[in-house]
Each structure stands twice: as C-alpha cells, then as structure tokens.
C-alpha cells in the first residue's frame, strides 16, 4: 500500500515538484521493495505533466494578454508569445500605463509591443522611465515622441548612459538640437549602433578632404544614413562624386553624395539615368551635366520624371535637351506649378500676347509674384479668364 500512498501525496502537492522529488528520495531508502527505478520513473512523468500544464497555462495567458490588453491579432499574438513569458499582468501593466502617460496611443502601444514584446517584462521603473524622461526632455512635442519611439522601440532597450546620452552629445556638439530631433525622426538608428565604427571616421575623412563643417552638419542633420555606410565604401562614393566635378564647400557635393552613396541609392541612379537616355534621348553628358546642376533630378521616381517630361516635351514642345539645360524644373509639382503656369503661356500665345520664343526658364523658375505679376496680372483686364486658367478651373482647350 505504500506505493499508491506515495503517488496520492504527490498529486496532491500538484505544483510543488522539488518537494516531491525529495519525498519520493527518502521513501527509496527507508522502503526496500518499493522498486527505486520504478517511482523514479513515476515521479519523471508527473514532473513533466505538471510543467508542461504550468507552461501551457503561462502561454496562454500571455497569449490572451497580447490579444485582450495590447490589441495584437491571434497571429500575432501567438507569434510575440515565443519572445515572452508573463507570470502576471501586474508588470505589464505598469508598462503599458507608463507609455500611454508619454503620449503613445494604444495603436503606438500595440506596434511597440508587436515590435519588441520583451518590453512588457522590462521594468517601467528602473528601464524605461528613465528613458522616457530623457526623450521626453530633448522632443517637444508628445506626438513627434509618440512617433519616434513607435517606429524604433528599440530606443527604450538600448543603455542610456553607455549609448543614448553619449550618442546624443556627440550629435549636439555638430548640430542643432533641433536637428538632433530631425535626426531621431528620420534616422533614430544612430543612438543604436556605435558611432565610432563608421559615422566618426567618415566625418573625419570628409574634414580631410577640405569639407566645410556647414556641409558636414547638413550630411549629418539631413543626410544621416549616408554616414552610416562603411566607411571604405564611403570614401569610395565620396570620390566618385568628385570625379563628377562637385565642390566639397558646395552644399550641392552632400545632395550628390546622399544620391550615389550606398547600393540602392546608385541603383536609383542608375535606373534614371536610362529613363533619360532610352525614353528621352539625353546622352551621358547631358545626364551628369544635369546630375551637376540639380543632384536631386536623378532621386526622382521613375513615374515622376516620365509625367514631366511628357508634358514639356509633347504637350508644351520644349526639346528635351533643353530641359536637362534646366533640371530643376523636374523637381517642380506638376499640378501645382508646372501645368497652371505653362496653360497661362499657353493662353497668352494662343492669344498673341506673348511672343513664342519664351524660355523654359523664364516660365518655370521665377517665384510665384514675379511669374504672376509677367504673365497675369499684365494681361487679366485684356483676357479675365488668366485667374480661371492659372488655378485650373478652366481648360485652355476651353479658352
């Protein structure tokens, strides 16, 4: 009878394992038929069944508390639940209250938590709050910090005195604080990584070369990715943009080098360059002569330089090459100030008002008063409708 004695108590004491390994110990040697090998085995099975209730139980739990509490779909829920464990919701809690206090919203929350879901075991007090505050004291706006720590909650993982601070001072001493929060916006992976591996030595190799701290805080404030490269490849990148003929004193050489730095820029590059050539006849000079003038036309989408171009081209008759002459215009909005400016012209030389051989450039670059004051308020007594063309509310097909 001692045996099914023994398997009783140990049911009984469900979860307390360690007391019934000892039990089951000193009962082998004060019982000497009890076949050791045999409750040993026992005691083995029953462990494992009741850990794996344990778990399964803490698993679920987790699982309904990333669905009911953090608003995670069942998917994603069960997937975050491979990163977690919670023993309770007491913890949890405290940190989903502390980011909601920060002004994160419960769609921020539910995508921090999604992201990083270690986060809910991390403690608010001793880990995050300190954080939070820092953050809290450089961004000014609670929606730009929301923002910020949504996209990267890495941010609140990383060491605040090994890395967030001493990254932040090292980014004060170059730039503007206020170009230390554009730099938590657009670039927040720099309070991650160590600066010293790449960010310091590409500075100090573009200070070598003559560059003016001015264009180093523009590459560092706007441009941060770029600096980030490795640096063999960047200083590769930083000659091929000299060889192209730009200053390092220009701010132009850190909108050029921003376009060929790192393999998907040169691919966007590249990709241009033969929209220019194959669908509008541009040859290799006229493509870096304009890459020289206007770096930013060859950033451009593919849809977005094939709309312009197909409205100076067919719809206005300007040669092509004549907007490579003038690439900035391919930057322009195409709603908001090519066609109501170029329909204007249009009307004017419809009318015989203006002559035809107006320039592209003197259409199209002039800021809005000088361009108004040419070529409608001069004419609007003669031809009212100019306002109604000017703000496309009337086609010059209608005129």
């Known amino acids: 009878m001692v045996v099914p004695l023994y398997s009783l108590n140990t049911l009984r004491l469900g ?24 409750i040993s085995l026992q005691n083995h099975l029953l462990h494992r069944s009741i850990t794996s209730k344990i778990s399964a139980d803490q698993h679920n739990f987790t699982v309904a508390y990333l669905i009911n509490r953090c608003g995670l779909s069942p998917e994603g829920a069960i997937l975050s639940s491979k990163w977690v464990e919670l023993q309770s919701s007491q913890g949890a809690d405290s940190v989903l209250a502390l980011l909601s206090k920060h ?25 995050l709050s300190p954080k939070l505050e820092f953050f809290s004291s450089v961004v000014a706006s609670r929606e730009d910090l929301a923002s910020i720590l949504s996209y990267n909650p890495n941010l609140l993982l990383r060491s605040l005195e090994n890395q967030i601070i001493p990254t932040y001072n090292f980014l004060r001493s170059l730039i503007s604080e206020e170009n230390v929060v554009s730099v938590l916006k657009r670039s927040s992976r720099l309070f991650l990584e160590n600066r010293r591996k790449n960010v310091v030595p590409n500075i100090e190799h573009l200070r070598r070369l ?16 770029v600096l980030m490269h490795k640096h063999e490849r960047f200083a590769a990148d930083v000659e091929e943009v000299k060889a192209m003929g730009f200053h390092l004193k220009k701010s132009t050489f850190v909108t050029a080098l921003r376009a060929l730095c790192g393999e998907s820029s040169k691919s966007i590059w590249n990709r241009s360059r033969e929209i220019y050539k194959r669908s509008w006849g541009w040859s290799d000079n006229d493509v870096v002569s304009a890459f020289r003038k206007n770096p930013q036309c060859m950033t451009l989408s593919e849809k ?20 490579a002459a003038y690439p900035l215009v391919l930057c322009f909005s195409l709603e908001k100030r090519i066609i109501p400016r170029c329909s204007v012209v249009k009307v004017l030389l419809l009318k015989g008002l203006i002559d035809e051989d107006l320039s592209l450039s003197s259409v199209l670059l002039p800021p809005p ?18 306002w109604d063309v000017y703000h496309l509310k009337l086609d010059v097909k209608d005129v």
Not at 304 to 323: A, H, Q, R, W
């Open 369 to 386: 008063h000088q361009f108004l004051e040419r070529f409608v308020t001069r004419y609007i007594n003669q031809l009212p409708i100019l």
């Open 210 to 225: 003559g560059m003016s701290e001015p264009c180093i805080a523009l590459l560092l404030a706007h441009s941060t990715q």
């Open 304 to 323: 977005k330089i094939m709309e312009v171009m197909d409205f100076l081209v067919n719809k206005m008759g300007y040669p092509s090459g004549v907007i």
């Open 15 to 38: 979860y307390s394992i360690v007391s019934c390994t000892l039990a089951s110990t000193a009962k082998r040697f004060l019982v000497g038929d009890l076949k050791p090998s045999h």
């Open 103 to 127: 002004g994160l919203s419960e769609t921020q929350i539910s995508k921090v938590v999604r992201s990083r879901p270690i986060i809910l075991v991390t403690d608010p007090e001793k880990i």
